[in-house]
């Protein structure tokens, strides 16, 4: 089907990462030029496709390298936002910077992001798409015994979703966030070899997902957090 994405300029923080390659790989086949900011430049990978532009130098927690980034897009259609990280602390093992690290590395990328690519929407003038990527701790804390400061920097990420789908609800700019359980990448496969990786999220159900929520077909879903983890 159609998703309406063709030539539409996306963005797709967290391009390079493991979910990150599997939705900027969807989008590309569906017709997207895909922007992707990343700390790092990585050789042949940042030329595989001539819709895709790879700027290195970009750290998504420096505002004004934020703001510079999504100033040189033209014509901003959708902005995804998979960035982020996650750590498992006892609370009293914990420290200031730890839970910073995770704020700073979840909820704040996402919100310089989401604002840079709403100024960039605004000037485009034709609204827009925002998703960003939450956790299942995020909507279900309880499940977050043992990584407390990554389930408060993801319940955040849902929140500021909610919030700014409220906030923009009349510039036709639509804001929702996904949730996954642990999906299928190589690093989770290697830190639980004995978990049954068979019910864990596949990134390409998740991109799929995303590209449904970025398309011009989707006029309605707005201030969503949407649970992936029907399996698990
Ligand atoms: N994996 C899971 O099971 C799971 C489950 C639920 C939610 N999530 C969320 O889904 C997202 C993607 O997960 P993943 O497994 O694909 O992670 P990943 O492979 O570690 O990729 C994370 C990406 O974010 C980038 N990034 C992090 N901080 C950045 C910063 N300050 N500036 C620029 N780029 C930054 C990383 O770039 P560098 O290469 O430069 O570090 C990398 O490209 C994350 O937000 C994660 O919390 C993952």
């Not at 391009?15 to 599997?22: E, I, Q, S």
């Not at 934020?66 to 420290?95: K, N």
């Amino acid at each position: 089907m159609d998703k309406g994405i063709a030539g539409r300029n996306v963005v797709v923080t967290g391009g390079t990462g493991a979910l990150g390659a599997v939705v900027v790989d969807c989008l590309l086949q569906a017709g997207a030029i895909c922007h992707v900011p990343a700390r790092e430049a990585r050789g042949a990978n940042d030329a595989r496709h001539e819709r895709l532009h790879l700027v290195a130098g970009v750290d998504l927690v420096d505002e004004a390298a934020v703001d510079r980034f999504y100033d040189g897009i033209p014509q901003l259609w959708a902005s995804v936002h998979l960035a982020g990280g996650f750590a498992m602390s006892g609370v009293t093992e914990a420290t200031r910077a730890d839970f910073m690290q995770q704020l700073e590395m979840n909820t704040l990328t996402a919100f310089l992001c989401c604002r840079a690519a709403v100024r960039g929407m605004r000037r485009a003038g034709h609204g827009g798409r925002i998703v960003n990527v939450a956790a299942r701790p995020g909507l279900e804390p309880r499940r977050g015994a043992g990584m407390a400061a990554y389930t408060a920097s993801k319940a955040a990420v849902a929140a500021l979703t909610i919030a700014l789908a409220e906030e923009l609800k009349d510039e036709h700019i639509l804001v929702n966030a996904i949730a996954p359980s642990t999906l299928d990448t190589p690093a989770n496969r290697r830190a639980m070899p004995e978990a049954d990786a068979s019910r864990w999220l596949s990134p390409a159900a998740a991109a799929e997902t995303i590209l449904h929520l970025i398309s011009s077909a989707n006029t309605e879903v707005s201030g969503a957090v949407l649970p992936l983890y029907a399996r698990a």
